[in-house]
């Protein structure tokens, strides 16, 4: 695996190759699966994430707790009465990030890329670049390799836990993730891969995790939204050949040193940012927590647990 | 780590910290007891402590127990399916300290004359860290097949357990032997790259020498 973006490049250049082709190498080596293997299970994952956001613009199903439902279909409708002003690959970008999104929230199949929480990301930017692009689900594969190798970049630097870093950690990487893909499906060289990185992540750096009543729901399908749209905006300014000053990795290390800063509250416990809001206090107490299908009678309430401990919010590291 | 560990896993959501890391946890806590639990405590800490319930944690957990991967479509009525198959599960909110990672579970768990314990924290994109198995200190990432060999502590007792991997040509990533004193109890941490053969565990179980073997299988892609 690798651990700089700066690696992925250096090996790209000198073997004269897309970054895709390395990551895929790098992976046979590491996993011993052959080629053939490697793309029969990335057509595998894809099949996967453009059934989640088929699903999710089709159906107006509500989410586990009702706060979501239908909004990916709302927009999608939109989008084909041709009312947005930013072009229908943005609008079907903003529609395909929020389909994944709604049936992770009602815990349907999905691919973590990199975690749940950011899943609606490369999925939108792939298949609406697909769509836009005629690309190949060839194509598409060896946009899952560049994104996985950034995304083996992040970890192995930084983290894509939300709980551990806050949501630019999980979105952040996503968007970056997706950016790099994006890039690199639309020719861009590896350098121009790295700076989709660059540009992405600097754009999300700070960007707490406050999940209104600690559900991957409020603001998480929004956040994908913004993600997606960011790593569009990222890929583009790389692709014009833009630099921007700070070197992927060096952002990635920050964002990293940023997350294991952050304060307990904004990293994915529910007890700060929208979370805490008068209104999302409010939903919290509101939503619908069990379905007639789930049945809790034999599980102890952690809840009512907490409630006889006195409250002390220790600082978990990560 | 594979590239389909970040294009990955295939899971059930909302979230693959709280759903998918979580049952992967109540996986190798069910390999460390070494049959399906008929009683399991789980204790929440950190985060998991504040938001288990809407990420579906407690089903992800009881899934795991009851032996189902990331995908299984059960996930969301696990409960359920525990109540069918006799398993009582009991939560509670933990604090384990300020060093500890933000996403750790606690597991005890009981099954006719067994017991087993298990800590591990779940660190992200389904990814797991095992920190302690049966009272012992580990560190497993279940990105390799492992087997948990307590033994008593006499010559020769690690060549015969990696004589029988070489045989089956399981290449053997990392192995560590500690002991807490010298002629007592021993234990044996091999991890492996291929699958370890169900007839060398039961061969491994088969000598004198051997208290318990456990195994706990790869959890990664």
Redesign the interface.
């Known amino acids: 695996m690798f651990d700089s973006v700066k690696g992925i490049v250096a090996r790209a250049e000198a073997a004269g190759s897309p970054v895709w082709r390395v990551v895929l190498d790098e992976e046979m080596e590491d996993s011993g699966r052959s080629e053939d293997e490697v793309r029969t299970r990335l057509a595998e994952r894809l099949g996967t994430m453009r059934e989640a956001v088929e699903r999710g613009l089709e159906s107006d199903a509500p989410s586990v707790s009702g706060l979501l439902g239908g909004g990916a279909r709302r927009f999608e409708a939109w989008r084909k009465e041709g009312h947005a002003l930013a072009g229908d690959f943005i609008a079907r970008v903003i529609a395909r990030a929020q389909a994944t999104m709604e049936v992770n929230a009602r815990m349907g199949t999905i691919v973590a890329t990199p975690t749940a929480g950011s899943s609606g990301i490369l999925p939108a930017v792939l298949f609406s670049a697909a769509e836009e692009l005629d690309l190949s689900d060839d194509d598409l594969a060896q946009g899952l390799l560049v994104a996985a190798g950034i995304g083996q970049v992040i970890i192995a630097r930084a983290s894509v836990s939300g709980a551990a870093g806050g949501c630019q950690a999980e979105t952040g990487s996503a968007a970056a993730m997706a950016a790099g893909a994006l890039t690199e499906l639309r020719g861009g060289d590896p350098e121009s891969v790295a700076q989709s990185v660059a540009f992405t992540l600097q754009g999300m750096l700070g960007l707490i995790c406050d999940p209104v009543g600690g559900l991957v729901e409020v603001p998480c399908l929004t956040r994908n939204v913004s993600g997606a749209v960011q790593a569009v905006a990222a890929s583009e300014m790389a692709l014009a050949g833009l630099k921007f000053p700070i070197p992927a990795d060096e952002v990635i290390d920050v964002m990293g040193q940023i997350g294991a800063e952050m304060d307990e509250r904004y990293r994915e416990t529910a007890k700060g940012g929208l979370a805490t809001t008068p209104t999302g206090r409010r939903l919290a107490q509101e939503v619908r927590w069990e379905g007639p299908e789930f049945d809790n009678t034999n599980v102890a309430r952690a809840e009512d647990l907490a409630a006889s401990k006195p409250e002390e919010p220790g600082r978990g590291g990560a | 780590?594979?590239?389909?560990d970040?294009?990955?896993?295939?899971?059930?959501?909302?979230?693959?910290?709280?759903?998918?890391g979580a049952l992967r946890l109540g996986l190798l806590a069910g390999a460390a007891l070494g049959t399906t639990p008929k009683r399991a405590t789980v204790g929440?800490?950190?985060?998991f402590?504040?938001?288990?319930?809407?990420?579906?944690t407690?089903?992800a957990v009881v899934a795991g127990l009851l032996g189902m991967a990331p995908?299984d479509?059960r996930?969301?009525?696990s409960?359920?399916v525990?109540?069918e198959k006799g398993l009582?599960?009991?939560?509670?909110?933990i604090?384990l300290?300020?060093?500890?990672?933000?996403?750790t579970l606690t597991f005890a768990l009981e099954a006719d004359e067994r017991t087993g314990t298990l800590t591990g924290s779940s660190?992200?994109?389904?990814?797991v860290k095992v920190t302690e198995v049966n009272g012992r200190e580990v560190e497993i990432t279940g990105e390799f097949d492992t087997l948990l060999v307590v033994a008593d502590d006499v010559p020769g007792t690690t060549a015969q357990v990696t004589r029988l991997l070489a045989e089956r040509a399981v290449n053997i990533a990392f192995l560590e032997v500690t002991r807490r004193k010298r002629g007592g109890e021993a234990t044996m941490i091999v991890q492996a790259?291929q699958s370890i053969p169900r007839d060398v565990i039961e061969a491994v179980q088969g000598f004198e020498w051997v208290k318990s073997v456990r195994r706990l299988q790869k959890v990664t892609e």
């Open positions: 780590m594979s590239v389909f970040v294009i990955g896993p295939r899971m059930v959501g909302p979230s693959s910290s709280h759903t998918a929440l800490h950190g985060s402590a504040t938001t288990y319930r809407g990420h579906g407690d089903r995908d479509e996930i969301p009525r409960l359920q525990a109540r009582e599960v009991a939560f509670e909110v604090d300290g300020p060093g500890v990672h933000p996403n660190v992200g994109g389904g990814a790259d």
